[in-house]
């Protein structure tokens, strides 16, 4: 295992029983010191992964679905746009869910992301994803009015049953060749505010910056509860959380580019044999070719 891995594995959650988000330091960097201290690894383990991805869809039997969550300024664009800058756009898709259509809310709250799911061969990424239905509806709960739910079905329960049917839906893809890899990027209160400041300060960056993502800041605490309970009940073996500490954005570019790079590595991919019939029918081409 890889120096890298082992600090992936630091942050992965595989069973949510006794988790507790005060327990994770947004502001952790591991044994590194400095961006400049982690680049050279980072290339590394980018230069990885896009072998890996060759063989993950020459292969065409897993599937990989990486869901990035988090406080709005916290990395999400940036670390697809950095930690997956190597890889095969052919192979590879990316999704951004907001604010749900009309013909979304005319279905399950899982119905929009399940036909966006990545096919085998391929990596999908969600930008937020069905979890969004745990967390700024929980956070907001007059959304679910939008929803067109039956009312009966709006009970009490209605978290818990969310989360067992999330469980269920993921172990679902587990079981059919989607390997399901989640990253909460886990920002201070204090750095989003200086990353909203500096979107601001920035003519660059203004085109970042929303009036709405400060009414949210109002609802902090609220949030980071709901992530809390979001990541205690669907942390799963087969579908694991990884807490990414978020302050430093290349700490956190670094962990997740390792997170995958292990994940892909543990398929033991290998490109696809070929057969005795396939080799006759190659030397037969290169003997038309050397002609």
Known sequence: MTKTSKLAESY???NGKHFRLKDYDP?????????????????????????????LYAQDRWALLLILQGMDAGGKDGTIKHVMSGVNPQGCEVHSFKEP?????????MWRTSVRLPERGHIGIFNR??????????????????????????????????????????RHMARNGTVIRKFF?????????????????????NWKFSAADIHERQY??????????????????????YVIPADHKWFAHLTVAAAIVETLGDLKLS?????AAKRKELAAVRKELEK
């Open 12 to 14: 992965r959650i595989d």
């Open 27 to 55: 502001a952790d960097t591991g044994p590194f010191h400095s961006k400049e201290h982690a680049q050279q690894r980072l290339e590394k383990d980018i230069t990885r992964m896009q072998e890996l991805q060759d063989m």
């Open 101 to 109: 259509s009309a013909e979304e809310l005319e279905h399950d709250f």
């Open 129 to 170: 994803s069905y979890y969004e239905e745990v967390l700024v509806v929980r956070v907001h709960p007059k959304i679910l009015d939008s929803e067109k739910l039956p009312p009966e079905l709006f009970t009490k329960r209605i978290w818990q049953e969310r989360f067992e049917d999330i469980c269920a839906f993921e």
């Open 185 to 205: 990027l886990h920002l201070s209160k204090k750095a989003q505010k200086e990353r909203f400041l500096a979107r601001l300060d920035e003519p660059g960056k």
């Open 220 to 241: 902090w605490d609220d949030y980071q509860n709901a992530f809390e309970e979001m990541i205690a009940a669907t942390s799963t073996r087969h579908a694991p959380w």
């Open 271 to 275: 490109y696809p044999k070929v057969g």
